[in-house]
C-alpha cells in the first residue's frame, strides 16, 4: 500500500516528464515540432481497449505506473501547441 501511495504517482509523473523530454529533443534534433508521439499515444489507447478484459482499461487505472495513453497523448499535444520548454531549464527545476 505504501508503494501505491507514494512512488506510483511520482513514477507517472517522470513518465510526463520524459515525454516533455522527448518532445523537445524532437524539436533540438529538427525532427518536427514532436506531435507524432500523439499518434503513438493513440495507437498505444487503441490496443489497450482492444485488449481490455471484462473491467475496461482504465478501472484500475490508479495501480498503474504510468499515465494512461490518452493522458500522455493530451498532454504531448498542450505542449506542442505551447511551444515547449528549454530542456535544459526543465531539467534545473527539477533539482
Known amino acids: 500500500m505504501l508503494e501505491m501511495g507514494l512512488f506510483r504517482p511520482r513514477s507517472r509523473e517522470q513518465e510526463f516528464e520524459a ?13 518536427g515540432d514532436g506531435s507524432a508521439a500523439i499518434s503513438v499515444f493513440k495507437c498505444f489507447d487503441a490496443l489497450e481497449a482492444a485488449a481490455a478484459g ?3 482499461v482504465k478501472a484500475f487505472s490508479f495501480l498503474s505506473t504510468h499515465p494512461t495513453p490518452s493522458e500522455r497523448a493530451q498532454k504531448v499535444a498542450v505542449q506542442c501547441r505551447a511551444g515547449g520548454l528549454d530542456v535544459i531549464a526543465a531539467a534545473r527545476g527539477r533539482r
Open 19 to 31: 515525454d516533455h523530454i522527448g518532445v523537445e529533443l524532437c524539436r533540438i534534433a529538427g525532427l
Open 54 to 56: 471484462p473491467f475496461g
